[in-house]
């Protein structure tokens, strides 16, 4: 499959939570925006920090290194945000760090990189979490596709892992109860809309 058609879980969740001609934006600024690079990914020392602190098991006071010394006002906001929200999460939740699984879901024609940040045990059950650090709540909608995208890509009949979405911010981890009837049927057809789309514009 072209390297072009391989897209991140973002870029896709972004899409379908479009109607109508936002649709078409969406892949055009996917065709035609610049790479990756890290240095312009706003929240990357802070999810850099987030990882780190569950992967070595510090206590969560290790977060507060990642806002000493902040000049830049809006990333001290924002980041100082973050870190109290994530540190509410951490006082409810004792959790236990393992490698969380990474890999694609390959659907219409393109290919979708599904790399959830955290990998936790809670309560003795594994959570395998996608964070989210945007100040507007995340829609429910985007839960369950991001939720149902992971499960596709990265799990295994009989599995009990349960996918979810951090809103650290907030501090509340968002997993659905159930599934969503007709949501394969769904992704499927976005999916082949985006190719569709990608091929024309």
Known sequence: MAKSNRISLTTFVDFVSKSGTPKITVVRRFKHG???????????????????????????????????????????AAFSAVVRGHKKFMRRHAARWFDPPKGSWVEGGIVVHVNPELGLEIRGVPHVVKLYFKAEPMPKKNVATIARLMAK???????????????????????PSGGVPGIDALLASEAASFAAILASV
């Not at 020392?45 to 000049?71: F, T, Y």
């Not at 799990?155 to 979405?165: A, D």
Request: proline share 6%; net charge positive; charged share 30%.
């Open 153 to 175: 890509a990265l799990g295994e009949p009989g599995s009990r892992t349960s996918f979810g979405v951090l809103d650290v911010r907030r501090g509340v981890l968002h997993v």
């Open 34 to 76: 610049a790479a990756y690079r890290p240095t312009f990914d706003f929240y990357k020392p802070v999810r850099d920090a987030i990882v780190d602190v569950h992967e070595h098991g510090k206590r969560r006071n290790a977060l507060d290194a990642i806002v000493a010394g902040l000049q830049d006002p809006r990333k001290l």
